[in-house]
């Protein structure tokens, strides 16, 4: 079955401190990865987009990176800042069409002053 | 500012009514869809659309229609909406849907519906 979970559910930490979200997933034929950033009562936003040559990628504060041969991902967020706080999904497509993409139920992160 | 624009923000309904959430996109996007999300649950698929005149159902499309006369606008209509349909909705569209699955999806704000 095609699945992406996402650890942990919900993470505090402190204003400045780095951290890592985690995403498995059981996708198959793997085409790509995302990463969102869902800030509260708004939709979400891509933040990095991985395809299966690529190992690491980032974004400013935010570095991606992808295992394909474990089938896992992670999200570093480095020197957190209050406006990191919101919902981070792990979106996987696979190697057919828009309309095969699986979304993980994501991580709710908050920081803390 | 180029996007989606979805309407309304929130809806209160009374179960067996019938309403239409809008979604209009203005960056020639050949693909649009429309998801649900509920708490703990990833992103569901409703249906989709890979250009205008031309729909699909996505993973949970019980309950809901849609149409595509249009590039810019993909509505999503409830006919007889049931408590089971209280979600937030977003649209999202992509500029294209090709096996390669590498675009972006741009999502409105979202939709909060409540039905009673």
């Known amino acids: 079955k095609n699945q992406v979970e996402q650890s942990p559910q919900s993470l505090i930490i402190l204003e400045g401190k780095n951290c890592t979200l985690q995403c498995n997933y059981t996708v198959s034929p793997f085409s790509n990865l995302r990463w969102y950033k869902q800030d509260t009562g708004r939709g979400p936003v891509s933040l990095t987009i991985m395809t299966f040559s690529e190992n690491t990628k980032s974004n400013g504060r935010y570095t991606a990176t992808l295992d394909a041969d474990t089938k896992q991902s992670s999200l570093h967020i480095t020197a957190s800042q209050l406006s990191d706080s919101a919902s981070y999904i792990c979106?996987?497509?696979?190697?057919?069409?828009?309309?095969?993409?699986?979304f993980g139920s994501g991580t709710r992160l908050s920081i803390r002053p | 500012n180029a996007g989606v624009t979805q309407t309304p923000k929130f809806q209160v309904l009374k179960t067996g009514q019938s309403m239409t959430l809008q979604c209009a996109q203005d960056?020639?996007?050949?693909?649009m869809s429309w998801y649900r999300q509920d708490p703990g649950m990833g992103l569901r698929l409703i249906h989709y659309?890979?250009?205008?005149?031309?729909?699909d159902q996505g993973e949970v499309p019980n309950g809901y229609n849609v149409s595509r006369s249009t590039t810019e606008d993909f509505p999503l209509r409830l006919l007889s909406a049931a408590p089971s349909q209280t979600s937030v909705y977003f649209c999202?569209?992509?500029?294209?849907?090709?096996?390669?699955?590498?675009?972006?999806?741009?999502f409105g704000a979202g939709s909060r519906l409540t039905v009673l």
């Open positions: 659309s890979v250009g205008a005149g031309i729909t």
């Open positions: 960056m020639n996007h050949e693909y």
């Open positions: 979106v996987v497509s696979r190697y057919s069409s828009a309309s095969k993409i699986i």
């Open positions: 999202a569209s992509s500029y294209s849907s090709g096996p390669s699955g590498a675009n972006v999806l741009t």
